[in-house]
């Protein structure tokens, strides 16, 4: 017998010793009278064998397979329709019997480790962070750390948040960036001044309007205007440039004029300005609209620059800081009008950045042979710059609350060098007092004694090696911003500690470290108790930094981070290339779109259709929605017949969920199951393509989508995926409107122009059908059919949405045992109609937001 037991499979004696180890599987004969005929070791549908599945809840696979079974059963997909069906009690008993000890197993897991794990701040939060404690706002530190991990959607998830050496070199120089930048660089308070930069003084403005070898071009040129008269001899150099301060009044009206957006290699800015530091400041541009005459002879789109009158109508105009060479950051958006107009918009500035106006309604020229597609035949329109008036910097104090911060009242002095230092008459005794008070201020949690003094080393031996007192203290603070305590979240085992608490609420709704009046709260470990934290989420919510949440949450949810990821292809779709106002006009719809629900506690059904939309012109006009002028973004009544309204048929979604040449219901239908609806399809098979649109018209997307569906391995999963997809085919790769694909190659093209100023070069592809068909067999003919369907069940829009935050709020997935919580946070909100508000504020209240 021993000889015997040798040569067995080592896999008999593995299987037989583990199986008497394992619990005894739950449900055993409701599965053999139900289930096996599909799901044992010969059928084995779908891969599964519930006759060899063992009941191990320790293992993540195999729990994830008993949660997929569970849902299954419980939707009324197993056993098949087809079949016959158990009664609800023997249901009902079986789902109970695996959904107990599931959510018992989850619970011992807990008890031991937390939900959530440990993780890092992500680089939105750590930007933030720096920002509030050094009372910055306009530090750009994202950009300088790596790219975040993102898992369950989120860059908020610990295991994909790591840790590495370039990660923490690359904090290292951002908190030493961070921290220069606040320190004061003169020994007085800067002066507050208001400066007058006038276009024609402006290098960028001035030898535009001359000819070269490389542009003769009326389009690409400026041109000089005295109010709303040409100047040819200033234009051919008879005259200067400007009468300058010798005669004030008509230098008033002098002006520089463009029939073009800014773009190579048109771009004007005021380059005689350039922030002399980092701050607050109160810029004014005085500019007006103009109707520039058309060109001489056939090619009447060519503008006739010394053929002016007075604008037909308001330009918008958008300003961007610009950092050289051409890294542009966008400060706002105003309009001009046909009188001279005078617009102010208050920003913070880097400094050395200068300032760039851009006409940007207004065409831009690509070669060859352009067309101005907003030229008439009797002229264009243009937009005419006065001048730009910088007021600033600001400062609400003096020294500013970060000098006061790193540094204190120690007296500064100028140096050698042309700066100033920092005088400390005892150094070893100001830096442990300035030490103590920054750790005070940027740890969460209080310091420990052992905390000061590893800083403190780091001080003392950078004093000793000879380095200033200043550059002393900015290490030892360097090191306190790398520091696992500044730069994780600590979290420990169980119910969170107010400190805690409050941090996790921070970062939840501001993205960033808890205020004084939030460290306060927690100081008195009063924030556990229910009211207070529940006037507390308020507070924070009708904050401005919550615009932070709702811009951050966007970029994941919806990948509106990706927005400019791609760019509408110049053939196919002419009218969308280079439309810089139409990207952020699109990002910035839905932001505040978003922004509203928050604010109002507006109901999730919202996400789905709403009866309004954050509309501008251009957004107004690519949605056909009348009667919207100008480019501030507000709340439109949409008309009753109107497509949009929701975040389905938003520009910004279509585009996302788009590649700027074609659209696919597969991959449109797929982000609407997990992002609206919140039930992700399964991947994609390795062993199946994807299938390339046929940009030339010859076949539909939905004929190529009926044979990859007569795949057997394909169909399942297409008859949920594809549906929403389908509806949406009526939008365009930007979120226009159509009734036909369009199509390249042969046939008659459409008349117009692109932005660019390119013909039109594509024609009237095959019609667009948007009809479809749910997987329970209801029917729609298009999006609107397709919204009612799914408000329906408004209460799945809404559990989505409230798993949605919990994972951001949390740094947590919403697993199995979570799922009672989601249904009590939906049982709170009903009455409501699940606002969003309310939602939140029932999120906070749960153990899942409470513990870790």
Not at 298 to 321: M, N, Q
Not at 431 to 444: D, H, V
Not at 615 to 641: D, T
Request: include cysteine; charge should be neutral.
């Amino acid at each position: 017998m021993n000889r015997l037991s040798f040569f067995l499979p080592p896999l008999f004696w593995a299987t037989t010793a583990w199986a008497a180890v394992q619990p005894a599987r739950p449900g055993d004969a409701f599965m053999e009278q139900n289930c096996y005929d599909c799901h044992d070791s010969e059928a084995k549908k779908g891969g599964l064998d519930l006759t060899v599945l063992p009941f191990y809840l320790d293992d993540p696979k195999t729990y994830a397979m008993w949660v997929k079974v569970h849902d299954r059963v419980q939707d009324g997909e197993m056993p098949p329709k087809k079949n016959e069906q158990p009664p609800d009690s023997d249901r009902d008993e079986f789902l109970k019997s695996i959904r107990e000890p599931m959510i018992a197993s989850e619970r011992t897991h807990d008890a031991k480790e937390g939900r959530a794990t440990q993780r890092r701040l992500n680089r939105y939060e750590y930007e933030n962070t720096l920002r509030d404690l050094l009372h910055a706002p306009w530090l750009q530190i994202k950009e300088m750390l790596p790219e975040d991990g993102e898992a369950f959607r989120f860059n908020k998830i610990g295991d994909a948040l790591d840790v590495s050496h370039v990660q923490i070199s690359r904090y290292l120089s951002a908190a030493d960036y961070a921290l220069r930048q606040v320190m004061a660089t003169q020994v007085t308070r800067p002066p507050t001044t208001t400066v007058r930069y006038y276009a024609r003084d402006q290098k960028n403005f001035a030898t535009k309007m001359k000819f070269t070898v490389f542009n003769k071009s009326p389009e690409r040129a400026t041109f000089p205007l005295l109010g709303t008269q040409a100047q040819p001899d200033v234009r051919s150099g008879k005259l200067p440039i400007t009468v300058g301060s010798a005669n004030p009044e008509v230098r008033e009206q002098e002006a520089m004029g463009v029939v073009s957006s800014s773009y190579e290699p048109i771009e004007v800015r005021f380059d005689k300005f350039r922030a002399p530091v980092a701050g607050r400041y109160r810029l004014r541009f005085s500019g007006y609209s103009v109707w520039v005459g058309p060109g001489p002879g056939e090619k009447w789109w060519h503008p006739d620059l010394d053929t002016v009158s007075a604008g037909r109508r308001p330009e918008p105009v958008t300003i961007y800081s610009e950092t050289p060479p051409r890294l542009l950051r966008l400060l706002g958006s105003f309009d001009v009008n046909p009188e001279p107009t005078v617009r102010e918009i208050d920003t913070w500035l880097l400094a050395g950045e200068e300032i760039r106006p851009d006409a940007a309604r207004l065409f831009r020229s690509r070669p060859p042979s352009y067309h101005n597609p907003l030229a008439e035949k009797d002229g264009q329109p243009g937009v005419a710059f006065r001048w730009m008036e910088v007021e600033g910097p600001f400062y609400d104090q003096w020294p500013t609350a970060g000098q006061k911060l790193l540094f204190g009242d120690l007296p500064l002095k100028p140096n050698k060098k042309g700066g100033v230092e920092v005088v400390s008459a005892n150094p070893a005794k100001d830096a442990e007092r300035l030490l103590r008070g920054f750790l005070q201020r940027a740890y969460r949690q209080p310091a420990s004694e052992e905390d000061v003094q590893r800083f403190l080393g780091i001080i003392n031996i950078a004093l000793k090696s000879g380095s200033s007192f200043a550059d002393a203290m900015i290490a030892g603070y360097s090191g306190v911003l790398c520091s696992p305590e500044f730069v994780c979240l600590e979290e420990k085992q169980g119910r969170l500690d107010d400190h805690a608490l409050a941090a996790r609420l921070s970062y939840f709704l501001w993205n960033s470290a808890p205020d004084d009046a939030l460290r306060a709260i927690a100081d008195r470990n009063e924030l556990h108790r229910p009211e207070v934290l529940r006037a507390q989420t308020a507070r924070l919510i009708a904050d401005a930094k919550s615009r932070r949440f709702v811009d951050a949450f966007l970029d994941y949810w919806l990948d509106l981070r990706k927005n400019n990821a791609t760019s509408p292809d110049a053939s196919l779709y002419p009218d969308y290339y280079l439309d810089d106002l139409l990207v952020e006009s699109s990002t910035a719809e839905t932001q505040l779109f978003f922004n509203e629900l928050l604010r109002g506690d507006l109901p999730a059904r919202n996400i789905v259709s709403s009866n309004f939309a954050m509309l501008n012109e251009r957004l107004a006009s690519l949605y056909r929605v009348p009667n919207v002028n100008g480019v501030a973004l507000r709340k439109v009544a949409l008309p009753l017949e109107s497509v949009r309204g929701g975040l389905l048929t938003q520009a910004s979604v279509l585009k996302v969920t788009a590649n700027g040449t074609t659209t696919s219901p597969v991959l449109r239908g797929a982000w609407v199951m997990e992002r609206i609806l919140g039930r992700p399809p399964p991947p994609q098979p390795a062993n199946v393509s994807a299938i390339d649109p046929d940009t030339r018209g010859a076949t539909t997307i939905r004929e190529q989508l009926s044979k990859h569906r007569k795949l057997a391995s394909c169909a399942t999963c297409h008859a949920q995926i594809d549906p929403a997809g389908f509806a949406l085919e009526n939008f365009d790769v930007f979120g226009g409107w159509r009734e036909h694909y369009r199509a390249l190659g042969e046939g008659e093209h459409l008349p117009g122009f692109g932005k660019n100023g390119q013909p039109f070069t594509f024609h009237e592809g095959p019609n667009v059908d948007a009809s479809g068909a749910l997987p329970d067999g209801r029917k729609f003919g298009g999006i609107h059919e397709l919204k009612a369907l799914l408000l329906s069940d408004e209460r799945q829009i809404a559990r989505n949405l409230a798993r949605q935050l919990v994972v951001y709020a949390t740094g947590a997935p919403v697993r199995f045992g979570d799922r009672p919580q989601i249904e009590q946070i939906l049982d709170r909100t009903a009455a409501q109609g699940y606002g969003v508000q309310s939602l939140i504020q029932a999120v906070v209240q749960t153990d899942l937001f409470q513990e870790k």
